[in-house]
């Protein structure tokens, strides 16, 4: 098959022919349909992320159709469409895991950093932690919804009642969780990089009642979340904040956070980050999906120009989720 791979951290991606994987026991392999992209890629591939496996395929967005599966697989069937997210495994005996927090399993696995991916033709996943896509939604639609989606409902529900809610940075996963809180009847501010007016007409095309730079405070918020991965926007939020509210910290890596004023932090107010998903996060989430409905705004690309859709991630070019589309594949 072909694939991207990555051989070495800071460098780019190779397009190259590799061997069709096989799944195992337990397993599934998934002719893939639509990747998308996410910041989490890019972070392995600019090395902000410790020890990937290497050589490696990134993508944790995958959506695609089942052509194989692995001894003992009951749940899904060769045909059935499916998504597979960044839980790829986790241990399931841990105090994490039995306690319903699989999500901080200790020894859980990744897909696209400790498992290959869907930067390829083909991809080999656990049964066990793959999901039905929901119909009514083109492969390409639905991949954003596997992490931009499921990872930012994560974080979402950790803002509990708040009716002001602050989003820090407005891509992917933003695009997604206001169409959740608009639905809910909440109002969102969406917070941009000064200067960034494109972000801003998008967040405010998609219901948010303010849009504009980080460094300003149009409302007193109940509760924020920070997608960007920059430390600097934790006291920013912070100092927006009422009483009681909540900052939390979405992504799985970020710059230092620099020092703040306890003033800011007191009142109540906390700052919590959000590690990962659970397999009953995805459940619900892509149960909600179709009632809101949901609707991903994406940048299509061939799977051999991933280079440039993180080069684009990176620079900030890109309003809603890239996806990566393998050769041959049209939805």
């Given at each position: 098959?072909?694939?991207?791979?990555?051989?070495?951290?800071?460098?780019?991606?190779?397009?190259?022919?590799?061997?069709?994987?096989?799944?195992?026991?337990?397993?599934?392999?998934?002719?893939?349909?639509?990747?998308?992209?996410?910041?989490?890629?890019?972070?392995?591939?600019?090395?902000?992320?410790?020890?990937?496996?290497?050589?490696?395929?990134?993508?944790?967005q995958?959506?695609?159709?089942?052509d194989?599966?692995?001894?003992?697989?009951?749940?899904?069937?060769?045909g059935?469409?499916?998504?597979?997210?960044?839980?790829?495994?986790?241990?399931?005996?841990?105090?994490?895991?039995?306690?319903?927090?699989?999500?901080?399993?200790?020894?859980?696995?990744?897909?696209?950093?400790?498992i290959?991916?869907?930067?390829?033709?083909?991809?080999?996943?656990?049964?066990?932690?793959?999901?039905?896509?929901?119909?009514?939604?083109?492969?390409?639609?639905?991949?954003p919804?596997?992490?931009?989606?499921?990872?930012?409902?994560?974080?979402?529900?950790?803002?509990g009642?708040?009716h002001?809610?602050?989003?820090?940075?407005?891509?992917?996963?933003?695009?997604?969780?206001?169409?959740?809180?608009?639905?809910?009847?909440?109002?969102?501010?969406?917070?941009?990089?000064?200067?960034?007016?494109?972000?801003?007409?998008?967040?405010?095309?998609?219901?948010?009642?303010?849009?504009?730079?980080?460094?300003?405070?149009?409302?007193?918020?109940?509760?924020?979340?920070?997608?960007?991965?920059?430390?600097?926007?934790?006291?920013?939020?912070?100092?927006?904040?009422?009483?009681?509210?909540?900052?939390?910290?979405?992504?799985?890596?970020?710059?230092?956070?620099p020092?703040?004023?306890?003033?800011?932090?007191?009142?109540?107010?906390?700052?919590?980050?959000?590690a990962?998903?659970?397999?009953?996060?995805?459940?619900?989430?892509?149960?909600?999906?179709?009632?809101?409905?949901?609707?991903?705004?994406?940048?299509?690309?061939?799977?051999?120009?991933?280079?440039?859709?993180?080069?684009?991630?990176?620079?900030?070019?890109?309003?809603?989720?890239?996806?990566?589309?393998?050769?041959?594949?049209?939805?």
């Amino acid at each position: 098959m072909h694939a991207m791979v990555l051989d070495k951290p800071k460098t780019p991606l190779e397009w190259r022919d590799v061997p069709d994987p096989v799944p195992g026991p337990g397993q599934i392999r998934i002719r893939v349909h639509a990747c998308g992209v996410c910041r989490t890629d890019l972070h392995i591939v600019d090395g902000e992320l410790p020890d990937p496996k290497l050589p490696l395929i990134p993508g944790h967005q995958i959506v695609g159709t089942v052509d194989r599966t692995g001894e003992g697989v009951v749940t899904v069937a060769v045909g059935d469409r499916v998504g597979v997210p960044w839980l790829g495994w986790t241990c399931g005996e841990c105090r994490f895991c039995r306690s319903g927090r699989e999500n901080l399993c200790d020894r859980a696995r990744f897909t696209g950093f400790h498992i290959d991916g869907g930067y390829a033709e083909l991809a080999v996943a656990d049964a066990r932690y793959c999901f039905p896509v929901p119909e009514g939604y083109p492969d390409d639609q639905a991949a954003p919804l596997l992490c931009a989606g499921l990872i930012g409902f994560r974080a979402y529900g950790m803002t509990g009642d708040a009716h002001r809610l602050g989003f820090y940075g407005f891509g992917a996963a933003a695009h997604v969780l206001i169409q959740v809180a608009r639905h809910e009847g909440r109002e969102v501010y969406a917070f941009t990089r000064p200067g960034d007016t494109a972000s801003q007409v998008f967040a405010r095309s998609l219901g948010a009642v303010w849009a504009g730079g980080t460094g300003e405070r149009p409302a007193e918020l109940d509760a924020a979340i920070i997608f960007a991965p920059a430390g600097e926007l934790v006291p920013a939020a912070l100092a927006a904040m009422a009483k009681g509210g909540t900052v939390v910290c979405a992504g799985i890596h970020m710059s230092d956070i620099p020092s703040f004023p306890y003033d800011i932090l007191w009142g109540e107010r906390s700052v919590r980050s959000v590690a990962n998903l659970t397999r009953a996060d995805g459940e619900a989430f892509l149960a909600l999906a179709p009632k809101v409905p949901i609707r991903t705004e994406i940048t299509r690309y061939p799977l051999q120009a991933a280079n440039d859709a993180l080069a684009d991630l990176r620079g900030g070019k890109l309003q809603g989720a890239a996806v990566l589309i393998p050769p041959g594949m049209t939805d």
